[in-house]
Every structure is written in structure tokens, then in C-alpha cells.
T-cell receptor
């Protein structure tokens, strides 16, 4: 049981480049979400999804796009990377509308130079 | 969004109990209180959750105030492995949607 898998673990981008952070879960969870964590800070919610075809914005959505074509996958796209997007990104999933635990991936450390 | 307030940091000695406080004065009647922790260089992991009654599991206990405006996570005997950032969050369910919004958490240092 893999849980929540994020790829890549590390990435360096140049300003203006685009990339997609991948997140996959094998627990058939309806709810998936993306967070960013800056040094010394807590987690800030970027986007979330309550099921395939449904996405919504969190606290800090600007500069990021998401889509949810399948239950398993929830990719996060940076269309034009900026140094301010240097951060560690975490993906999470859980059963929707249930007081069950959320499972987090190991994170993707992104540096934009 | 429902908000929580936690101290930035706390310190404890190994094998002593630790009480981590959380204030959530704007909690609604249906909000569950969840606790997660984040070990260094890892993603957060679930610790415990509750609604009104005190809760116990193998990792910790959760004491919830009678008015539900505050709660306390209790680690009965801290170990070095418990050094982490602990997050108290309220599960926000409304309008057919659900959000887990984290704050900055409390960084727990455990001294040997």
C-alpha cells in the first residue's frame, strides 16, 4: 500500500519555466489537496478537490493550476515559475466528509532561481 | 475559516508529560478538532481528533474544554522521537465542500 506518492522529490527551475508536480494516491480517497510550506511557517492550502472533476481554491492559489480527471491523481501545475514559489509542497488525501485522518506525501522541494 | 491559536514553541524533558494547548474560540458546534504533527523533513501525520469528549489513543490524549473553545493535546511521556511541530486544526465542512486549514503550529523540543 503506497499511500500518497509525490514526484519529483526535488526540483530546480529557472524563473519563467513551467512544470507539474505529481500526486497520486491508491486509497480511493475523494478528497485531495495541495499545500506549500515555507521555512519556519506552517502549511498553507493552495488548491483542493472533493472528487474527480471538482476543484477549488485554498488560501494561496495564485500562480498554480490544478485539475482532477481521476480519483487517484491530483497534479499541481506551475505555469510560469517565480522565485516566490520556492517552497516545499505537500499533497494530502482523505475520505471526504468523514472524520478520518488525512494522509500526506513526503513532499517536493522546489527551488526557483 | 475557523481559526486556531497555538504557542509558537514549547520545551519538555524526556519521559515527562507534555500539554500542548490550542485555542479555537470561533469553533462551531459541528467542527471536529484534529491534531497532526510534522517530524523534521517529513509530511504531517495524524495524531488524534475529537468533538466534545476527551479522547485517547496509542499516541496521545485529547482533552477538550466543556465550552469547546480550547483543547489540549497530552503526550503522557515525551520521547526524543516526539520532537516535532504539532498542529491543531478544525475541519471546515460547509457548502458541500471540506477544507483542512493549518496554522503555524507549536514546535516541541524534547530535552534528553
Amino acid at each position: 500500500n503506497a499511500g500518497v506518492t509525490q514526484t519529483p522529490k526535488f526540483q530546480v527551475l529557472k524563473t519563467g519555466q513551467s512544470m507539474t508536480l505529481q500526486c497520486a494516491q491508491d486509497m480511493n480517497h475523494e478528497y485531495m489537496s495541495w499545500y506549500r510550506q515555507d521555512p519556519g511557517m506552517g502549511l498553507r492550502l493552495i488548491h483542493y478537490s472533493v472528487g474527480a472533476g471538482i476543484t477549488d481554491q485554498g488560501e494561496v492559489p495564485n500562480g498554480y493550476n490544478v485539475s482532477r480527471s481521476t480519483t487517484e491523481d491530483f497534479p499541481l501545475r506551475l505555469l510560469s515559475a517565480a522565485p516566490s514559489q520556492t517552497s516545499v509542497y505537500f499533497c494530502a488525501s482523505k475520505q471526504i466528509y468523514m472524520n478520518t485522518e488525512a494522509f500526506f506525501g513526503q513532499g517536493t522541494r522546489l527551488t526557483v532561481v | 475559516d475557523a481559526k486556531t491559536t497555538q504557542p509558537n514553541s514549547m520545551e519538555s524533558n524526556e519521559e515527562e508529560p507534555v500539554h500542548l494547548p490550542c485555542n479555537h474560540s470561533t469553533i462551531s458546534g459541528t467542527d471536529y478538532i484534529h491534531w497532526y504533527r510534522q517530524l523534521p523533513s517529513q509530511g504531517p501525520e495524524y495524531v488524534i481528533h475529537g468533538l466534545t469528549s476527551n479522547v485517547n489513543n496509542r499516541m496521545a490524549s485529547l482533552a477538550i474544554a466543556e465550552d469547546r473553545k480550547s483543547s489540549t493535546l497530552i503526550l503522557h511521556r515525551a520521547t526524543l522521537r516526539d520532537a516535532a511541530v504539532y498542529y491543531c486544526i478544525l475541519r471546515d465542512v460547509q457548502g458541500g465542500s471540506e477544507k483542512l486549514v493549518f496554522g503555524k503550529g507549536t514546535k516541541l523540543t524534547v530535552n534528553p
